[in-house]
């Protein structure tokens, strides 16, 4: 058994709701959950983009008053889950943060060792890579991957991404947190202005 699933976020349509790929995250997620393969789901995102059917149209910012955890905790309770079961994690505004953010405030204090993280399966080696140099040997990470639609470009850019990861944080030591999240307000251009 698991301590925590993980689900991270993906888009919200206009009218502030999950978009397709969102939901079906969430579904698997809140599926686990129901089959008591962990006791707590953690609804993983902050301000993000919102998309309508594929294409950016606008931006939450981090002074909304509902950001992509908010609304995915709302459908989590729609859905009949307990208000005690759902953790909420509101600050990320991109995957390393979701990993980061959700082990300095949840993971770490709790003392949590067992994780499961719920993604798009195209989305899956990068949250590992960034989950076991963010966690190092302290938590164990499985993910569960949604199926969705994977394209070359989309596998183009995701290693783009998780090498970019790689040669931003290639000097900080693998489990070391504190020191993840000093270099990602200085380096990177999502968290530089916080």
Known sequence: MADIIIIHSGYLTPNYSLDEESARRLDKGLELLARGIAPYVLMNGGPGIIKSEGIAQGYISRN??????????????????????????????????????????????????????????????????????????????????????????????????????????KDIKTGDGHAFEKALYERSQNYKKI
Do not use: C
Not at 78 to 83: A, D, K, N, P, Y
């Open 64 to 169: 909304s008053k509902e950001v992509h955890a908010d609304v995915m905790r709302k459908y989590a309770l729609e859905q009949g889950v307990e208000q005690q079961k759902i953790w909420t994690q509101r600050f990320s505004v991109d995957t390393i943060g979701e990993v980061l953010f959700g082990y300095g405030q949840i993971l770490r204090p709790q003392k949590l060792k067992h994780v499961i993280e719920v993604s798009s399966e195209y989305h899956g080696p990068r949250i590992m890579h960034i989950a076991k140099r963010i966690y190092g040997k302290q938590i164990h990470t499985e993910f569960l991957a949604v199926p969705w639609g994977h394209n070359l470009r989309r596998g183009g850019v995701e290693l783009i991404l998780r090498t970019k990861f790689w040669f931003d944080f």
